[in-house]
């Protein structure tokens, strides 16, 4: 079973970075995308995952990337956005 546990967004909370941990993997991080600002809805970029926050942030900074992060990321308090954040892969 996944478990979100972490969610860092970017000032217009558009793009961020989510941690996720399992029984197989441990932690990894993922760049996730705003699908629904309304419902809260996200999905993940690409299916993309990587085994540091570090380098799911190196993700949103390579050149050919279209996906912007405007300011820095900062953390979502997680335990009150969990009910509205709902994972759409």
Do not use: C
Request: charged residues 30%.
């Amino acid at each position: 079973m996944k478990i979100m546990t972490q969610v860092w967004m970017d000032a217009r909370h558009r793009v961020g970075i989510m941690e996720r941990e399992d029984g197989h993997l441990g932690r990894t991080y993922h760049p996730i995308e705003v699908t629904d600002r309304e419902k809260g809805e996200f999905s993940v970029i690409g299916n993309k995952w990587f085994t540091t926050y570090n380098g799911a942030r190196e993700f949103f900074r390579h050149e050919t990337n279209h996906y912007t992060v405007q300011g820095r990321m900062k953390k979502v308090d997680v335990t009150l956005k969990l009910e509205t954040f709902v994972l759409t892969e």
